[in-house]
């Protein structure tokens, strides 16, 4: 597959500021108001919902819905029947963009989140992971990665599965970074399985430092068969492997299939053709 470089006119610049400012001030607003559903949900039904099933499931509701709303994002997710949503899995997902957790929230699935200790910092969107229970790691901290590895065995052994962003960072190229060992360690040692989840075009939205949104431009999730454990008992290493050169070539193919997007440090548009 090849691609030119197009300039964005005026037009499309004008488009994409004044679609970030309204996208972010409705953010706010729907944010405020769906932690209040939240937290309402969280006081009623926690004496018999330990795993926040109902609070997850509105929070799924909250991310997945901003998607739709710009209609030239032309959002799509292919796959869902890959997770029975009666089974635990260990969800894996590349990471380009903050906007892949609403895509992930698009899921329907019930899941923790596994996500940087920063993240709950953030005003709304730190709120509504606390009152998810989902689990924080503060990043390069040996006792904070033990922690976090004994948090997501305990919500697998209730049933709850885990998602993950096994490159640990948001990738600064659009490429997939290596994956970090983690996840698969922790789905050989329960016997649980992997299911991967890859995202395109988040990072040609709104990458990692670009301030403003794109306004044009598809995103696409496909959930992948899962992997089984048996498939890959004491061989973690190879599950890794596998499991990045199987998500990569599938970003390549989602890549083929639509428009590459914007780098996040070029300043002109990539525009890519369609696979011959």
Request: charged letters at 25%.
């Amino acid at each position: 597959m090849q691609s030119v470089e197009r300039p964005r006119n005026a037009l499309q610049k004008a488009i994409d500021k004044v679609f970030t400012v309204v996208f972010l001030l409705y953010f706010i607003l729907s944010s405020s108001f769906f932690n209040t559903l939240t937290a309402i949900a969280t006081l009623l039904t926690f004496p018999f919902d330990k795993r926040r099933q109902l609070v997850h499931m509105i929070s799924c509701v909250w991310g997945w819905h901003y998607l739709p709303l710009n209609p030239f994002w032309q959002f799509k997710m292919e796959g869902r029947e890959h997770i029975d949503p009666d089974k635990t899995y260990v969800i894996i997902g590349n990471h380009a963009s903050y906007l892949d957790i609403l895509v992930c929230y698009a899921i329907f699935r019930k899941f923790k989140f596994v996500s940087k200790e920063m993240v709950f910092n953030i005003p709304l969107i730190g709120w509504n992971m606390y009152l998810n229970q989902y689990v924080k790691i503060r990043r390069g901290n040996l006792s904070s990665i033990k922690e976090m590895m004994a948090t997501c065995k305990e919500w697998l052994k209730m049933g709850a599965s885990v998602l993950m962003f096994p490159e640990g960072t948001r990738t600064e190229t659009g490429e997939i970074l290596p994956f970090r060992a983690g996840s698969f360690n922790l789905a050989l040692e329960l016997n649980v399985p992997i299911v991967p989840i890859v995202i395109y075009g988040t990072f040609e939205v709104f990458p990692k430092k670009r301030g403003e949104l794109r306004t044009f431009q598809p995103i696409h999730a496909r959930i992948l068969p899962p992997m089984m454990p048996k498939d890959y008992e004491g061989k973690p290493g190879k599950m890794k492997d596998e499991a990045h050169k199987l998500m990569s070539e599938t970003l390549d193919e989602l890549r083929a299939k639509y428009y590459i997007g914007t780098a996040s440090d070029a300043k002109e548009e990539l525009v890519g053709t369609k696979k011959e």
